[in-house]
């Protein structure tokens, strides 16, 4: 399957209107003056920020600092390879795709191709970087890259000891329909999914 892929100047000419809608804007932004660290855990850190407002106002908001992590979107036969598992956070199972979080200073697709074979013993001949999933842009910096996985072989999985999953293969359009239903609610395989459908 190939993917047409923009080559930057295409890129470029079409996100023109969005790169200067994303520009900071003075009647917008708030600078932050000072930050306070409330909590450090393995995964993240939580801090405190005071800001200025455009309006000059003081403001508190509390922000979640993540190393981000990586996800991989595997398609083969019209089935996508999803993860099962339970998430303690929702009280519920989850279907993802395969992903794990960045050590820090880690390059995504290494990330990326360690999760993918750890997780489903799945290898890719080559990862295409196809998407950034912000989980929650009002407190964290959360960042997930997704790649595209083009042609995969299988070898033994290894999940870490702690990790409790399964892997399934699901059809495509299943898939999506589950997205569209709120059934698979995950912002990562949200975002592959809808990749995937394109294709």
Same mark, same amino acid.
């Given at each position: ?5 923009? $080559? $930057? ?27 306070? =660290?409330?909590?450090? *855990?393995?995964?993240?850190?939580a ?6 407002q ?26 996508? *390879? ?21 050590? $820090?200073?880690e390059?995504?697709?290494? *990330? ?16 295409? $970087?196809?998407?950034?999933? *912000? ?25 870490? =000891?702690?990790?409790?999953? =399964? ?10 329909a ?15 999914a809808?990749?995937?459908? =394109?294709?």
């Amino acid at each position: 399957m190939g993917l047409d892929l923009l $080559p $930057p100047e295409d890129d470029d000419a079409r996100l023109s209107r969005i790169r200067a809608l994303l520009a900071d804007d003075p009647a917008l932004v708030e600078r932050v003056d000072a930050r306070e =660290s409330m909590w450090r *855990c393995g995964i993240f850190e939580a801090e405190r920020w005071q800001v200025t407002q455009p309006d000059g106002q003081v403001g508190e908001r509390d922000v979640v600092l993540h190393d981000g992590g990586a996800g991989v979107c595997v398609v083969r036969d019209g089935r996508m *390879c999803l993860v099962r598992q339970y998430r303690v956070a929702l009280g519920r199972m989850t279907l993802e795709i395969p992903a794990g979080k960045l050590d $820090p200073g880690e390059d995504p697709a290494t *990330c990326a191709a360690r999760e993918l074979t750890e997780e489903t013993g799945l290898v890719a001949k080559r990862l295409i $970087p196809i998407a950034v999933s *912000c989980s929650a842009p009002g407190f964290t910096n959360e960042r997930t890259r997704v790649f595209y996985a083009d042609g995969v072989l299988q070898h033994p999985a290894h999940p870490d =000891s702690d990790e409790f999953i =399964s892997v399934t293969w699901v059809p495509l359009d299943e898939v999506v329909a589950a997205v569209r239903a709120d059934v698979i609610e995950d912002a990562k395989t949200v975002v592959a999914a809808l990749f995937a459908a =394109s294709l």
